[in-house]
C-alpha cells in the first residue's frame, strides 16, 4: 500500500459533475465509459491508439499535456507500458490520475515520486471493484484468524478470459502478497511448478487459467488435515470494476498524493484493515 499523503478534502460532500480524460476504449475502457456517463459525468478526451490518423474532436492517439487543459481527472485503464507516458502528461498538467492498468509494476515507484513531486493526486488499483477490494480484507483477516489459531497450507488459483495479457492479473498478485504477508509458513510465491521434485511447501502455488469470456474468478483455499476453506470473489461483469474507477475518480478529484483503494474504503466504511469499523 502507498498511504504515503494522505491530504484530503475538507469535507465529503457528494462528487460535481466532472470533465474526464479516459485512456484507453478496449472492453474495460468502454464499460468506464459507460458507468461515467451513468453518473452525469462528462467524457471530454478519450486517448486510444487504434483511433485514425484523424480522430476527430475529444480524440486522441496519444496522450499530450496540452490535451488535459479542462480535464477534471483521468482515468487511465489502457496498458501498462503505457502507463509511466501518461503519468508524466498528467503530472505536467497538474491532472489527477486514476490507474486501472496493470503490467507496470517496475515502473510505480518512479510514476508514484513523480506525482508527489507534482503535487497531484494518483490513486492505484490492481482492480477497482469495491467487491474486489472488500475481498482483500476478507482475505486478510482469514489469513490472520488462521495463521494465530490453526496453521494451514494455502494456495491461489484465478481465472480470466483468453484475451487478458498478464498472467497473473493485478488482482492475483495482490492476494498473493497479502497472503505472504500474513502467513507465517510462506515467504514468497510462485506460477511455476518443479519438474521431478516436491513443492516448496513455503512457497505460495499461484494458478492461472486464461480461456473463453470468462470475467473473473479469484479462489483462496486455506487446507488443513481436517476440512478445506474456501473465499471465492466471482465477478459477473466488468460493471462492478467500471463503477469503482468512476467512485475512484470521484474520490480522488481535490486531493494531493498517492493513494490506493484501501484509502477510499476506509473513508467510505470509517475503518482501516487493522480495525473495524466505527
Known amino acids: 500500500m502507498s498511504r504515503t499523503d494522505p491530504a484530503a478534502r475538507p469535507d465529503s460532500s457528494p462528487s460535481p459533475v466532472l470533465r474526464v480524460g479516459l485512456l484507453g476504449l ?11 456517463e451513468e453518473r452525469g459525468h462528462e467524457v ?21 499535456p496540452g490535451l488535459l487543459d479542462g480535464v477534471d481527472v483521468v482515468i487511465d485503464v ?39 513531486n507534482a503535487g497531484i493526486g494518483l490513486l492505484v488499483a490492481p482492480n477497482f471493484s469495491l467487491g474486489v477490494n472488500l475481498f482483500f480484507r476478507m482475505v486478510r483477516h482469514a489469513a490472520r484468524l488462521v495463521n494465530a489459531a490453526d496453521p494451514r ?16 492479473g493485478g488482482t492475483a498478485r495482490r492476494l498473493a502478497e497479502i497472503l ?33 469470456e470468462i470475467p473473473g474468478t479469484h479462489r483462496v483455499v486455506l487446507d488443513g488435515p481436517a476440512d478445506t476453506l474456501e473465499l471465492v470473489h466471482t465477478a459477473r461483469s ?17 486531493r494531493t498524493g498517492v493513494f490506493t483503494m484501501e484509502d477510499l474504503l476506509d ?11 466505527a
Open 26 to 36: 478496449g472492453r474495460m475502457g468502454r464499460a468506464v465509459r459507460d458507468a461515467l
Open 44 to 64: 471530454a478526451l478519450v486517448v486510444d491508439p487504434s483511433w485514425g490518423p484523424d480522430p476527430g474532436p475529444g480524440r486522441a492517439i496519444r496522450l499530450e
Open 78 to 116: 489502457s496498458t501498462g507500458p503505457a502507463v509511466p507516458g501518461h503519468a508524466e502528461a498528467c503530472a505536467r498538467s497538474g491532472t489527477p490520475l486514476v490507474v486501472g492498468a496493470t503490467g507496470w509494476d517496475d515502473d510505480r515507484p518512479g510514476v508514484e515520486e513523480r506525482a508527489r
Open 153 to 168: 497450507d494455502a494456495a491461489l488459483h484465478e481465472a480470466h478470459h483468453r484475451h487478458k495479457a498478464d498472467h497473473p
Open 180 to 212: 505472504v504477508e500474513e502467513l507465517d509458513g510462506k515467504t514468497g510465491w510462485t506460477t511455476e511448478l518443479p519438474a521431478g521434485s516436491p513443492f516448496d511447501p513455503q512457497v505460495l502455488q499461484v494458478g492461472v487459467t486464461r480461456a473463453g
Open 238 to 254: 466488468r460493471e462492478g470494476f467500471a463503477r469503482g474507477a468512476v467512485a475512484a475518480a470521484e474520490w480522488i478529484h481535490g
Open 267 to 277: 473513508d467510505l466504511t470509517g475503518s482501516t484493515p487493522d480495525a473495524p469499523p
